[in-house]
């Protein structure tokens, strides 16, 4: 626990890490705000197949936030430590205390996990309450186990994030690949429209545990996406692990 307890402080310190928590915070509400004219459009021209999914689609853009802090618990890592000892990096010292890296690498996964969790959670509610408050009888009143499954989703994203920049060792080029499949194109949807399999790849599989209507060749169930994307994020992880084992600092 100490050093889980130790990690956590040490992301909780990082000023890149409270962009992300304040992007995830702020962005899936501010989204319910500036798109409800748009979205009760959407619905009266019948453009919108299920309202129960407003208020959740605006959290997928709130994952960056997950992301984010995803990147930064290791590319952190990796940052010299000064002029004063070119080639160093923080990753030395952290080895120094804690030798044993698997240890370590769950130790980092748990603190970031808990970060996730309760920032997923907070922004889940107050986002779907938003929504409720905003388009009233609209918008069907949220199921419980689609808000669960949309923290867990959050922390998946987060946990996967974390992986793929294990495994990188490069924090800028996966936070930037991973935003512009995000935000800006989704090279994983743009492949559903090649083959169907695509759409079990984890950012598109992931969304179907809390929405319910997603433009793909395939229905995928809320258990079954839940199931991949859960065996997704443990592949990358043990890739991770094994990789971070035997790797130099």
């Known amino acids: 626990m100490s050093l889980v307890h130790g990690e956590l402080r040490k992301l ?48 997928g853009i709130g994952m960056l936030g997950a992301m984010i802090l995803g990147v930064v618990t290791v590319s952190s ?23 044993r890296r698997a240890r370590l690498v769950i130790a980092k996964g748990v603190a970031l996990s808990l970060v996730t969790g309760v920032q997923g959670a907070i922004t889940a509610v107050v986002t779907l309450v938003l929504t409720q408050h905003v388009h009233g009888s609209l918008v069907p009143a949220p199921e419980l186990i689609r808000v669960v499954a949309a923290v867990l989703y959050w922390v998946l994203i987060g946990l996967l994030a974390y ?3 294990l495994i990188a060792r490069n924090g800028m080029v996966t936070l930037a690949v991973l935003i ?70």
């Open 77 to 99: 890592e990796y940052t010299p430590t000064g002029d004063d000892t070119p080639g160093a990096r923080q990753l030395s010292a952290t080895l120094l205390a804690a030798p």
């Open 163 to 165: 992986a793929i920049t």
């Open 180 to 249: 512009v499949n995000s935000a800006v194109v989704s090279l994983s949807y743009l492949l559903t429209k090649v083959t169907p399999w695509a759409a079990y790849l984890p950012d598109i599989v992931g969304a179907h545990m809390f929405l319910r209507s997603i433009d793909v060749p395939v229905e995928i169930g809320p258990v079954t996406a839940g199931v991949v994307m859960t065996t997704w994020v443990a592949g990358l992880l043990a890739v991770a692990v094994v990789l971070f084992r035997w790797r130099d600092a």
């Open 12 to 59: 909780l310190g990082l000023p890149t890490a409270w962009i992300g928590l304040i992007l995830g915070l702020l962005a899936a509400p501010a989204l319910v705000v500036l798109n409800a004219p748009a979205a009760r459009q959407a619905v009266a021209d019948g453009l919108t197949p299920d309202a129960s999914d407003i208020g959740f689609q605006y959290l």
